[in-house]
């Protein structure tokens, strides 16, 4: 496998494993308590762990405005120091939070904000463009998102911006960005247990990436998690909304969900890998397209995920035999019927 992808229709070219930047902002939360982050990070180990990446050959970085209100933005920013032109970064805007209160304050999906937005992410990152812009609220209004895709066009007329994209889960939001020349990406959820083959046809069909969120199912697929033992207080899977499935309120991992992921735990640790490992390798394998974000906290964890890549992807027969042990039919195409 080649250890650089270049992002769809752009000239931008990513290692094929980038590194997720959501945990490292560290605890931040609703106004009524409802954690929003991975709980409490240590900050000199968050630069630490960044800059071995940067050795392992990592040099894709996915951040966001709203991780740790803010936080994450100015940890990776302190990392990278002088060698911002080594990589690429990408950050998200449609959030509204307080970063001295470190709370999620609600979303704003106005073409005023998103230049707002961008100037704040732009002087927290210490830099002088984004390499990748994009629209962090999944369920936007698509009349309002064409909108906003223009605005990018203008930001990449104005060399703030090298190129954009949409978070988000649906195909015909996806499309809608995708009509922009400099439209380079989805981000949108994939792992092994939870394909997402419309996304993915999406991508082929535009000429896309895909930025893989959650490869490693918010760390179900490390193989670490055991079910009925409780997360961190500042965990937001110890009290996981409606759309972050594999957890219970209180209670850690679901049952059903590690039953699955010890079924699939030879063919993950096949060729020596880790179950983590394996993971990103099912997602290369899945579509030449893809570009995974693992999240990390530590300099262990940064050199775990950054091995994948020496491991390449699973094999076409390894990845039939994830479909069947997860009962899944795939077509001669490759997408789920």
């Given at each position: 496998?080649?250890?650089?992808?270049?992002?769809?229709?752009?000239?931008?070219?990513?290692?094929?494993?980038?590194?997720?930047?959501?945990?490292?902002g560290?605890?931040?939360?609703?106004?009524?308590?409802?954690?929003?982050g991975?709980?409490?990070?240590d900050?000199?180990?968050?630069?630490?762990?960044?800059?071995?990446?940067?050795?392992?050959?990592?040099?894709?970085?996915?951040?966001?405005?709203?991780?740790?209100?803010?936080?994450?933005?100015?940890?990776?920013?302190?990392?990278?120091?002088?060698?911002?032109?080594?990589?690429?970064i990408?950050?998200?805007?449609?959030?509204?939070?307080?970063?001295?209160?470190?709370l999620?304050?609600?979303?704003?999906?106005?073409?005023?904000?998103?230049?707002?937005?961008?100037?704040?992410?732009?002087?927290?990152?210490?830099?002088?463009?984004i390499?990748?812009?994009?629209?962090?609220?999944?369920?936007?209004?698509?009349?309002?998102?064409?909108?906003?895709r223009?605005i990018?066009?203008?930001?990449?007329?104005?060399?703030?911006?090298?190129?954009?994209?949409?978070?988000?889960?649906?195909?015909?939001?996806?499309?809608?960005?995708?009509?922009?020349?400099?439209?380079?990406?989805?981000?949108?959820?994939?792992?092994?247990?939870?394909?997402?083959?419309?996304?993915?046809?999406?991508?082929?069909?535009?000429?896309?990436?895909?930025?893989?969120?959650?490869?490693?199912?918010?760390?179900?697929?490390?193989?670490?998690?055991?079910a009925?033992?409780?997360?961190?207080?500042g965990?937001?899977?110890?009290?996981?909304?409606?759309?972050?499935?594999?957890?219970?309120?209180?209670?850690?991992?679901?049952?059903?969900?590690?039953?699955?992921?010890?079924?699939?735990?030879?063919?993950?640790?096949?060729?020596?890998?880790?179950?983590?490992?394996?993971?990103?390798?099912?997602?290369?394998?899945?579509?030449?397209?893809?570009?995974?974000?693992?999240?990390?906290?530590?300099?262990?964890?940064?050199?775990?995920?950054?091995?994948?890549?020496?491991?390449?992807?699973?094999?076409?027969?390894?990845?039939?035999?994830?479909?069947?042990?997860?009962?899944?039919?795939?077509?001669?195409?490759?997408?789920?019927?």
């Open positions: 496998m080649a250890h650089n992808r270049t992002l769809g229709r752009s000239a931008i070219d990513v290692s094929a494993l980038g590194f997720g930047c959501w945990a490292i560290g605890e931040w939360s609703t106004p009524d308590g409802q954690p929003l991975w709980g409490k990070v900050d000199e180990e968050s630069v630490r762990a960044v800059r071995r990446a940067l050795d392992l050959g990592v040099t894709f970085f996915d951040t966001a405005d709203a991780y740790g209100a803010g936080h994450s933005e100015r940890v990776l920013a302190r990392a990278l120091g002088k060698r911002r032109a080594d990589v690429v990408a950050t998200k805007w449609g959030t509204v939070t307080d970063e001295e209160r470190r999620h304050l609600g979303s704003d999906d106005s073409p005023a904000y998103a230049r707002r937005a961008l100037d704040a992410s732009l002087r927290r990152l210490g830099t002088d463009y390499d990748l812009y994009q629209l962090h609220l999944s369920d936007a209004d698509p009349e309002r998102a064409a909108e906003l223009d990018c066009e203008e930001f990449v007329s104005a060399g703030l911006v090298r190129a954009y994209a949409w978070s988000t889960d649906d195909p015909a939001r996806a499309a809608v960005f995708a009509e922009g020349p400099h439209c380079a990406a989805v981000q949108h959820r994939l792992n092994v247990l939870q394909d997402a083959p419309e996304l993915l046809a999406v991508c082929e069909e535009f000429d896309l990436a895909s930025i893989n969120r959650s490869p490693l199912a918010m760390g179900l697929l490390s193989g670490r998690h055991s009925g033992r409780a997360l961190g207080p965990d937001i899977r110890n009290a996981p909304p409606v759309w972050l499935p594999g957890f219970r309120q209180g209670e850690g991992a679901d049952a059903e969900w590690v039953r699955r992921v010890e079924a699939l735990r030879d063919v993950l640790t096949s060729d020596g890998r880790t179950p983590a490992q394996g993971a990103l390798a099912w997602i290369w394998a899945r579509s030449p397209r893809t570009v995974p974000i693992p999240g990390f906290r530590s300099v262990a964890q940064a050199e775990e995920n950054a091995g994948a890549l020496a491991k390449g992807p699973l094999t076409p027969g390894q990845l039939a035999e994830a479909d069947r042990i997860l009962g899944r039919g795939t077509d001669p195409e490759g997408t789920d019927q």
